[in-house]
Nanobody
Framework: QVQLVESGGGLVQAGGSLRLSCAASGRTFGKFVMGWFRQAPGKEHEFVAA????????YYADSVKGRFTISRDNAKNTVYLQMNSLKPEDTAVYYCVGGGIVTPLGMERMEYWGKGTLVTVSS
C-alpha cells in the first residue's frame, strides 16, 4: 500500500510560480510511474504530467508543456511539480497519483491517489 500526501498549494498571482510536493509512503515508491492530475471547479480530472520510475522520461499535457516540470527523488520518496508562468486557468485541485501506465492520452489505471492540494491563480 502506498499513501500520497501533497503539499505546496496556495494562492499566487498570474505569472507567478509554485512548487508542489508529493510525499509517498512505502518502500516500492521507486518502482511506480508517478504523476499529477488536476480538477478545476465543475470539470473532470485532467492529466497534467507523469514521470517514469527512474525519472529519465517525463510526459506533459499540452496545456502545461514548457511551463511545468515534473521530477522525483526516489531517495526521499517524493515527486515534485514545478509550476511557472501560472495562468488563472491553472486554478484547480492538484492530485498526486501513483502506479498506472503512461498512454497517448496521459496516464491510466492509477492505483494510488492523494487527497489533493488547492492551487488558485488570480488574474
Amino acid at each position: 500500500q502506498v499513501q500520497l500526501v501533497e503539499s505546496g498549494g496556495g494562492l499566487v498571482q498570474a505569472g507567478g510560480s509554485l512548487r508542489l510536493s508529493c510525499a509517498a509512503s512505502g518502500r516500492t515508491f521507486g518502482k511506480f510511474v508517478m504523476g499529477w492530475f488536476r480538477q478545476a471547479p465543475g470539470k473532470e480530472h485532467e492529466f497534467v504530467a507523469a514521470i517514469n520510475w527512474s525519472g529519465s522520461s517525463t510526459y506533459y499535457a499540452d496545456s502545461v508543456k514548457g511551463r511545468f516540470t515534473i521530477s522525483r527523488d526516489n531517495a526521499k520518496n517524493t515527486v515534485y511539480l514545478q509550476m511557472n508562468s501560472l495562468k488563472p486557468e491553472d486554478t484547480a485541485v492538484y492530485y498526486c497519483v501513483g502506479g498506472g501506465i503512461v498512454t497517448p492520452l496521459g496516464m491510466e489505471r492509477m492505483e494510488y491517489w492523494g487527497k489533493g492540494t488547492l492551487v488558485t491563480v488570480s488574474s
